[in-house]
Nanobody, 126 residues
Framework: VQLQASGGGLVRAGGSLRLSCAAS????????MGWFRQPPGKERKFVAA????????YYADSVKGRFTISRDNAKNTVYLQMNSLKPEDTAVYYC????????????????????WGQGTQVTVSS
């Protein structure tokens, strides 16, 4: 499975961006999908995830109410709509794919994910 993230860029605080992650697999609907981010000089952390069916979504506390994850299985694509962006959202954002059987207790853990995209830079200016 190859994942290609796009949509990053430079935006002012309070602005919005939508990230996309396209998967090159016919079995996209068998994977839970997640977004992680890594700020400069810091560890990569969980941002959001969505189950293979799209029925359940999960968010880090820091982005709840501002970010929305969604997916289109017909297009093999997962999205991250980011609103009310803050300077502390500045990071490289990575999409990742985990097997459908990964449950809620593990879906926020990076080690649950088998495939990772190359990352897209998001920079929020104050």
């Amino acid at each position: 499975v190859q994942l290609q993230a796009s949509g990053g860029g430079l935006v002012r605080a309070g602005g919005s961006l939508r990230l996309s992650c396209a998967a090159s697999t016919r079995t996209f609907s068998y994977y839970n999908m997640g977004w992680f981010r890594q700020p400069p000089g810091k560890e990569r952390k969980f941002v959001a995830a969505i189950t293979w069916s799209g029925d359940s979504t999960y968010y880090a506390d820091s982005v709840k109410g501002r970010f929305t994850i969604s997916r289109d299985n017909a297009k093999n694509t997962v999205y991250l709509q980011m609103n009310s962006l803050k300077p502390e959202d500045t990071a490289v954002y990575y999409c990742a794919a985990a097997p459908w059987r990964v449950g809620a207790s593990k879906i926020a853990e990076g080690r649950s994910y088998d495939y990772w995209g190359q990352g897209t830079q998001v920079t929020v200016s104050s």
